[in-house]
């Protein structure tokens, strides 16, 4: 894609918006990469929600992580701390009325964003870049936005840092559920924000317990505190016994985790697309969502759907009578044969 914007001077501050969600912030990596390799002597600040700044901690090629709160009561401080920053140039990921919006009061005279954007956000914007959301995956997608900066096309670089305990605090939270000797360790992550995302509790525990038959397979549950009633109705169904990191991981211990497994198994989530970016192999259920725009990026990976007519639907609520028969008709068989694919090759 050609570059769209010429520079007398180089910008100096640039902002990135993509407040949510974590797989989504995921996508938006090689985007940040793309731009800091063009402009490495630029300040670059990230507008992002509170819960899922901490993925974002300590990041190598971030100067300022912006930790807004997008309430009524908390936007005008808000506004005053971007306009504060004196940004040359906004680049909005997220593409909602309210992050157009925040674009414009920045008071950044370049601002960025997708003709297609929701909401009308398109509107707040100075430059307009064309990239279908239902087209191209959307780390190409966000991509593009780079590309109108100047960024050169290269290989998607996803960079998440290590903690400097990262080993430590991994292998305390590995030996507090019993994991110390497991060999092959299998992650599985069986909660998802959309009820329409989530594969049947019941079948999660039958793959579960066929891989633990297997040699020294060891599974272990990830997810965050909220999703606790997810992942317990899933060990209620098993006939083994699983180590169960719930709730005890941090969102930005979650890199660190996922990095030490054989194998991520997982409905679309994002869990998923941290496994995807740390190079862990990942097997994922696809319901209504399309593994094109937001399958786990690169290669290794296998996503399991089913042919049914109406996916993807892009749903929060199935609309076929309630059945989510997309993901039902995924079979146990099919999911614990991608996971031993995989394994051989560990």
Known sequence: MRQLLNYSTLPERILLIKPSSLGDIIHALPTLAAIRRTFPAACISWLVKKEWAPILYRHPMLDDIIEGEFSATKLFALVASLRARRFDVVVDLQGLLRTGVLSLLSGAPVRIGFADARE???????????GSMRKMHAVDRYLRLASALGAKERQPEFVLPDSPDEEGRRQALYTKVGLDGASKLIGIAPAARWVTKRWVAESFAAVADQLQHEGRNRVVFIGAANEKSEIARVKQAMKTKAADLTGLTTLGDLPAVVRRLCLLITNDSGPMHVAAAVGTPVVA???PTSQACTGPYGDGHA???SPVECRPCFRRYCHNSNTNECLRKVSVRDVVLA???MLQLR
Do not use: E, H, M, N
């Open 339 to 341: 996971a031993q694919r």
């Open 303 to 305: 996503v399991l759907t």
């Open 285 to 287: 259920v696809f319901g």
């Open 120 to 130: 009308g956000s398109s509107f707040f914007y100075t430059q307009r870049i064309c």
